[in-house]
């Protein structure tokens, strides 16, 4: 049964369940014996959500190696790399999960490759983790959404089982979901990747499968059972398609402004914009770039409201005061000293470690410790410490 032939899930809640065997896969076979596996060819216009996949050519390769640190990142070209999902028969660790479907993306030559491998019965997993590790050997690296913490381990689990090498310890990988989720923590409502992909990316699936029913789909195949593989093949597919569209809107994430003048990078969504800015604010004050924080402070602060704005408008403050602009620094804080919440206290705090009079410090420390010990008990402790070191200076 053909992909078009299977209905929507909007009347009975799951799609209708078939006896045929996966349409369109070939038997292949290598040292360690056959696998079966499904190739489909794209064209690199082919849009998934408001992307083309060849966005991914308009990537900013720093940007990888700016969010997570890894400098092996800034190599990881991405017409040459793999995009990485898999189904499994759990999310437990170790060798008794087994990934039944490996799929993996890249592009070969103009058009992209989608090969998704598939165990027809358990016996043929050495031969297709074999085929896994070569195409990953071949690669310039990895990329995946939340594959370090799951999809790497599993296979290489399975892969040292069967003496397989594993290829991943020798590739750069780049785990998505981390650098995403540092950016748009606040802005969305949790990190899995159907939640980003939609709103960062604007793709929408209709009557996908959850993951949840990959393994009882496969169980039911290999029991000769009617089955729902055809649509746990299409949810690996779009997984697969929205790991390429997040590389491309990632790459994209310090110009916030897509290739090709094809316009802002949040299509109309200011609250991803201000979510982003307030991110690399705080990234770039934390790898001590403090003119670049200064001036991301300054643009989230345009971009937001509310009580997130006191918290930015602090950081702000404290990039003028590494900066050595104290005049600045002491307006900054001045004009947050006027609530009473965790904010003011910090700003306090700030004021007091700026003041070259201890006896006017004080008084600054004692405001400070009585706001913090309502909202931050971890700033109370510090304002405490520094409280006892002033007073036994003043006696």
């Not at 008794?96 to 890249?106: A, K, N, S, V």
């Not at 989608?114 to 690296?141: H, I, K, M, N, T």
């Not at 003119?291 to 702000?316: H, P």
């Amino acid at each position: 049964m053909g992909e078009s032939d299977v209905p929507g899930s909007a009347g009975a809640g799951l799609p209708a369940r078939s006896l045929d065997p996966p349409r369109d896969l070939g038997s292949h076979a290598n040292t360690r014996g056959v696998y079966a596996a499904r190739t489909t060819l794209l064209e690199p216009t082919r849009t998934h959500g408001s992307f083309e996949l060849r966005e991914v050519d308009h990537a900013d390769r720093s940007v990888f190696e700016f969010m997570t640190g890894d400098a092996a990142l800034a190599g990881l070209e991405p017409r040459s790399a793999v995009y990485l999902d898999i189904e499994t028969t759990g999310l437990s660790g170790g060798a008794g999960t087994t990934p039944f479907m490996i799929g993996l993306g890249r592009f070969d030559g103009e058009r992209f490759e989608l090969w998704q491998g598939f165990l027809r019965e358990p016996d043929e997993e050495p031969a297709l983790l074999e085929e896994c590790a070569r195409r990953v050997a071949e690669s310039s690296g990895v990329v995946s959404f939340f594959g370090k913490s799951f999809d790497r381990h599993r296979l290489e689990d399975k892969m040292r089982m069967h003496g397989v090498a594993p290829p991943f310890a020798e590739r750069p990988h780049l785990d998505l979901y981390h650098p995403l989720r540092r950016l748009y923590r606040g802005a969305l409502d949790d990190g899995r990747l159907q939640t980003m992909e939609r709103n960062l990316c604007g793709v929408t699936r209709a009557d996908d499968l959850p993951g949840s029913f990959a393994p009882a789909a496969w169980f039911d195949f290999l029991s000769a059972r009617p089955h729902l593989l055809e649509d746990v093949f299409r949810h690996n597919f779009d997984d697969i398609l929205s790991l390429v569209t997040l590389y491309a809107h990632l790459g994209r994430a310090l110009v916030e402004q897509r290739g090709e003048e094809r316009g802002a990078l949040d299509h109309g969504r200011p609250e991803l914009a201000a979510e982003r800015a307030m991110a690399l604010a705080r990234l770039y004050l934390k790898r001590r770039e403090l003119e670049s924080s200064l001036a991301w402070a300054e643009t989230a602060l345009d971009r937001v409201g509310g009580t997130r704005q006191r918290e930015l408008a602090l950081l702000r403050a404290e990039c003028l005061r590494r900066l050595s602009r104290t005049a600045e620094a002491r307006s900054a804080y001045g004009a947050l000293t006027g609530e009473r919440d965790a904010c003011a206290a910090g700003a306090l705090f700030e004021l007091a470690r700026l003041e070259p009079e201890d006896a006017a410090a004080l008084p600054l420390l004692d405001r400070a410790r009585d706001l913090a010990r309502l909202s931050d008990l971890r700033l109370a402790d510090l304002v405490e410490k520094r409280r006892a070191r002033l007073v036994a200076r003043l006696s």
